[in-house]
T-cell receptor, first 114, second 112 residues
């Protein structure tokens, strides 16, 4: 299994541009998550999904959108990029909501908005 | 979910045990203690978790005090590759999703 994969690894956007961060997992996990991590800080939850067709907001959802049309994919869309969205973005998944299941994280996408 | 408090940074000599403390004095009965680590901007990696009893796996041991208000992650023989930021997270056992709340963690530096 490849686990959780994210593309691209790096991206530079100009203010006002849009882009989609891709996340795919091949473990047939129902639950998927998007986090962002600003320099020197812990991760903050942006959006999450408990299954195909179901998404919900996390702690910092403003400026982002998500969709979950398949179990495998959970893309994160940035509309009208702003410098405040400069961050490292991590996607994660786990099979169930129970406490006994760890989250598996992807390698991250480093985004700079200038 | 309960808040956690960890030291900002710690040093450990290679080959020695690294003991990373975490305070979670407001933890409630159904909340678990999780530990993750993040090596140099990679995605966080799960280490171990527990509810009441001490736990051990191939990576580490988790010691939870009897009153559950604090815990210690033990890396028995730290290596240079264990240099990372370690996050202690307390999370409810119920809910629709396993949302994790990351603080700023403890930066562990393992030295020769």
């Amino acid at each position: 299994n490849a686990g959780v994969t994210q593309t691209p690894k790096f991206r530079i956007l100009k203010i006002g541009q849009s882009m989609t961060l891709q996340c795919t997992q091949d473990m047939n996990h129902n639950y998927m998550y998007w986090y962002r991590q600003d320099p020197g800080m812990g991760l903050k939850l942006i959006y999450y999904s408990v299954g195909a067709g179901i998404t919900d907001k996390g702690e910092v959802p403003n400026g982002y959108n998500v969709s979950r049309s398949t179990t495998e994919d959970f893309p994160l869309r940035l509309e009208l990029a702003a410098p405040s969205q400069t961050s490292v973005y991590f996607c994660a998944s786990n099979p169930r909501a129970d406490t006994n299941y760890e989250q598996y994280f992807g390698p991250g996408t480093r985004l700079t908005v200038t | 979910d309960a808040k956690t408090t960890q030291p900002t940074s710690m040093d450990c000599a290679e080959g020695r045990a690294a003991n990373l403390p975490c305070n979670h004095s407001t933890i409630s009965g159904n909340e678990y203690v999780y530990w993750y680590r993040q090596i140099h901007s990679q995605g966080p990696q799960y280490i171990i978790h527990g509810l009441k009893n001490n736990e051990t796996n191939e990576m580490a041991s988790l010691i939870i005090t009897e009153d559950r208000k604090s815990s210690t992650l033990i890396l028995p023989h730290a290596t240079l590759r264990d240099t990372a930021v370690y996050y202690c997270i307390v999370r409810s056992g119920t809910g629709t999703a396993s949302k994790l709340t990351f603080g700023t963690g403890t930066r562990l530096q393992v030295t020769l």
